[in-house]
């Protein structure tokens, strides 16, 4: 379904990255504290007149806009403003810093604390309209920021907290905003911490507090446009990703409970208990068929479900070894996947003349099986011996510990290969 374009290797393990509103931009945070940002080639369709390159496929030079040792600890959590004029890193130094995308430059910063002033480190970061920030940290407070004109930060201290989880927030996702609203953003969203979902008002605090789904909860989506269904559906869910394979959906306004399951991965052997779903982001219309989600697992892969049958479609593989941490699509449709020490940017897989996907040197392939839980648990024969299995998965859930500790100092000055504009 995707064909890999580009690989940019990195200097030190992705922690996070960012993906511009407007523009082909990707702004990625390493584990040693540098923030660098990326301009793609722009595809034809998107020709500026201010003279910019543009591609019809999509290839071309990927520049290096600026690079910058911003946090002392790790690079935990990347945002754009609204606009996409400021970009907002959060670091395990404490510290929140607002820059501009141009340039690079920090405007402002603010250090995030306890009451007994000891660093909170903050651990995500969202942009939930021109004028606020969310901010969750390490001790489960989920912060609002207000922001001046220039995106800098108008105070040292939050406008408001909130705790709608007991453990850390692992995701926060926007819900979209009513049709009555005057400003056009999002004034709800969605956060997962442990093992319970929450949805929280801007101004009214914890709306409600689902039930222990008695699994990790780590990433969240919104989406829309799916069939209404009188009395049943308004189309809209949220998509939670779990710590064992499982897509959980949830309908819009009924948040005690999820409403139906998607098994992305069993397992090795199959049942046995799937690979973490990290990172979830909406295909945009027009590449592929249907309404489709790709998924990124903590043993590299990427699974793509289309929404409605509720099955797996396709598969590709962005490592061999390290899971996928970050997942999106920017302005001109092209899908970047970051985990390890690579970012990948795909394109949608161009059929040969027959009509046929052709595998790409990655691994691409379709899933010819369905993955739904109404499935049979049957074993599923690839000609490995269960020794084999049974050593790969112990390899596995050695990364998924791995994974569950970032953030923590490490050695990671190691060789990167050079790229244009690469400090």
């Known amino acids: 379904m995707f064909d890999t374009i580009c690989s940019l290797p990195l200097s030190s393990d992705l922690f996070t990255q960012a993906i511009h509103p407007n523009e082909p931009i990707l702004s990625i945070g390493l584990a040693a504290g540098h923030v660098q940002t990326y301009r793609l080639p722009a595809i034809a369709s998107e020709a500026s007149e201010d003279g910019t390159q543009t591609s019809e496929s999509g290839h071309g030079t990927i520049d290096t806009t600026w690079r910058t040792k911003r946090h002392k600890g790790s690079c935990r959590s990347l945002a754009f403003s609204a606009d996409g004029e400021a970009l907002y890193s959060a670091g395990t130094d404490g510290l929140v810093k607002a820059a501009s995308t141009a340039t690079g430059q920090v405007s402002s910063k603010i250090a995030i604390r306890l009451h007994n002033s000891t660093i909170d480190p903050p651990s995500l970061l969202h942009a939930l309209s021109p004028q606020t920030l969310l901010l969750a940290t390490d001790s489960a407070a989920l912060h609002l920021y207000d922001l001046r004109a220039n995106s800098s930060f108008q105070a040292s201290t939050p406008q408001q907290t909130y705790h709608p989880h007991d453990d850390y927030v692992s995701s ?252």
């Open 172 to 423: 926060l996702t926007p819900l979209s905003p009513f049709d009555t609203s005057k400003s056009g953003f999002s004034k709800q969203w969605i956060s997962t911490g442990g093992t319970t979902l929450a949805v929280t008002d801007l101004r009214r605090g914890v709306l409600v507090k689902s039930e222990d789904q008695e699994e990790e909860l780590l990433s969240s989506v919104f989406v829309g446009g799916l069939p209404v269904k009188a009395g049943r559906s308004k189309g809209e869910k949220i998509l939670v990703g779990g710590g064992s394979g499982v897509l959980t959906l949830w309908e819009r306004g009924v948040w005690d409970d999820q409403d139906e399951r998607i098994i992305v991965d069993r397992g090795v052997p199959s049942g046995s208990g799937g690979e973490s779903l990290d990172a979830l982001a909406v295909v945009p219309e027009g590449v592929g068929e249907g309404k489709l989600v790709a998924v990124g697992m903590g043993d590299g892969k990427i699974r793509v479900v289309r929404m409605g049958i509720n099955k797996v479609v396709a598969e590709i593989r962005h490592d061999e070894v390290e899971g996928v941490l970050g997942l999106g699509f920017e302005i001109g449709g092209r899908m970047v996947s970051g985990g390890g020490q690579v970012v990948k940017v795909w394109q949608e897989k161009v059929q040969d003349e027959d009509g046929e996907d052709e595998v790409d040197e990655v691994g691409a392939k379709r899933i010819k099986e369905s993955d739904s839980e109404d499935e049979s648990n049957e074993d599923r024969e690839n000609g490995s011996s269960e020794e084999e299995e049974e050593e790969e998965e112990t390899a596995r859930k050695k990364r998924k510990r791995r994974k569950r500790n970032r953030g923590k100092d490490s050695n990671v000055n190691k060789h990167v290969m050079a790229f244009k504009g690469m400090d």
